[in-house]
């Protein structure tokens, strides 16, 4: 039994010398390595999205100096910009003869007298006639015929509408009553505070004329 603990103690020693030779060696205790920390990822930047290509704009209008010229065609429109697909403003006949004052490549403006400019073809116009310049005058929308009516039978068909919607005999002084009298007095027309006939063309208004008019 003392041998056993005799036996232990001389390993407890090596140890703790072999520990004391490490210290000694390194200068430090030693500790565990723990592994280096990653590297932070780096962003990288992404390219920009590839822009598309900036369109052309288009050419603007050369002012040049105003000359007269001849349409040469049949027909030739008058557009609201240099191109086929713009909308059309007037027609000119053949010999019209305008004055141009822009350009933009084949196409020459005109001032027409709204303050716009319009545009017409090159290929259809010519420098060799004799003519007055032709005015462009601007469309504009035509307004609504006003339908024409006589004044004297609206009046009459709105009294008339006034005295079927009345449900007595008595809407108006000069209708009848029952025994064959006169209405007079008697009437709705003649007692203030109840329903208002329309019984004579004075009582009718201009805005019931209006109104009548605009439901036919």
């Excluded at 007037?90 to 003869?97: I, K, T, Y």
């Excluded at 400019?117 to 005058?137: D, K, M, R, S």
């Excluded at 339908?147 to 009345?166: C, F, H, K, T």
Aim: net charge positive; aromatic share 6%; glycine share 8%.
């Amino acid at each position: 039994m003392r041998r056993a603990r005799w036996g232990w103690g001389w390993l407890l020693l090596l140890v703790l010398g072999v520990i004391g030779a490490l210290i000694h060696s390194n200068g430090r205790a030693p500790t565990l390595e723990t592994p280096a920390a990653a590297p932070a990822q780096t962003l990288l930047s992404t390219p920009n999205a590839e822009t598309p290509a900036a369109r052309p704009k288009a050419a603007e209008p050369e002012r040049v100096v105003a000359k007269t010229v001849y349409v040469k065609a049949d027909t030739l429109n008058v557009r609201s910009s240099p191109s086929t697909s713009a909308s059309v403003l007037l027609r000119l006949s053949r010999g019209a003869a305008i004055q141009v004052r822009y350009r933009s490549g084949d196409w020459y403006g005109v001032q027409m007298t709204n303050g716009a400019v319009g545009w017409l073809h090159g290929a259809y116009l010519t420098e060799n006639a004799a003519a007055q310049p032709t005015e462009l005058v601007a469309r504009t929308p035509e307004a609504p015929a006003t339908p024409a009516y006589n004044r004297d039978e609206v009046v009459q068909a709105i009294i008339g509408a006034s005295l079927n919607s009345y449900p007595g005999r008595c809407p108006c002084p000069y209708n009848t009553m029952r025994n064959g009298r006169r209405c007079g007095g008697s009437s709705a027309y003649s007692k203030p505070g109840g329903r208002s006939p329309i019984c004579y063309p004075e009582d009718v208004t201009e805005r019931m004329i209006a109104e009548y008019i605009s439901r036919r």
